[in-house]
């Protein structure tokens, strides 16, 4: 398995000049797709 260091290259580019710490949980929550009290599943962990 190759080491993923989650820098911001790994992001998608729609997801690489968004300056995440200035917005609200819930807006990141948004726009990754990802309920936060839910989580993701295996599948969508392993693929992300």
């Not at 911001?8 to 990802?34: F, I, K, N, S």
Request: proline letters at 10%.
């Amino acid at each position: 398995m190759p080491d993923s260091t989650g820098g911001p290259a790994d992001l998608a580019p729609d997801h690489q000049d968004v300056t995440w710490y200035a917005l609200a949980p819930g807006e990141v929550a948004a726009r990754l797709d990802v309920d936060p009290a839910r989580g993701l599943t295996a599948a969508q962990a392993k693929q992300r």
